[in-house]
């Protein structure tokens, strides 16, 4: 029983008339009705749903912020980050953590230990 509690769950099992339960398929578009909205481009939906056009513009957009960066970086105004002949060198983190923090994170490891 707790398999079949676990399957339903999951959406592995299904339940003819069930709403909690029932298969994920019934949550779709017919198939026809996509095929048409599809070809008539009425999808309405945010991303391109053509993925090589989705990739050139996430492509195009991935080269703008590396250009981006790379006129930063020789411009020299990248915070923390220093790029010379030597090569590409950034200034680590400080640490963020609240000194209060630390007790109650000894208080944890101590009832661990």
């Known amino acids: 029983m707790?398999?079949?509690k676990n399957a339903l769950r999951s959406g592995d099992v299904s339940v003819?008339?069930?709403?909690?339960?029932?298969?994920?398929?019934?949550?779709?578009?017919?198939?026809?009705?996509?095929d048409t909205h599809h070809r008539e481009n009425r999808l309405g939906l945010?991303?391109?749903?053509s993925a090589t056009s989705y990739l050139d513009e996430r492509f195009e957009r991935l080269r703008e912020a590396l250009d981006e960066t790379a006129r930063l970086?020789?411009?020299g105004e990248l915070p923390d980050v220093?790029?010379?002949d030597k090569g590409l060198k950034i200034t680590p983190l400080d640490d963020?953590?609240?000194?209060?923090a630390d007790v109650p994170t000894q208080q944890v490891y101590?009832?661990?230990i």
């Open 82 to 84: 220093e790029l010379n």
């Open 46 to 49: 945010a991303v391109e749903t």
């Open 16 to 34: 003819i008339g069930s709403r909690q339960f029932k298969d994920f398929d019934e949550y779709l578009m017919p198939r026809a009705t996509f």
């Open 73 to 75: 970086a020789a411009a």
């Open 96 to 100: 963020a953590t609240p000194a209060e």
């Open 2 to 4: 707790s398999e079949l």
């Open 110 to 112: 101590d009832l661990i």
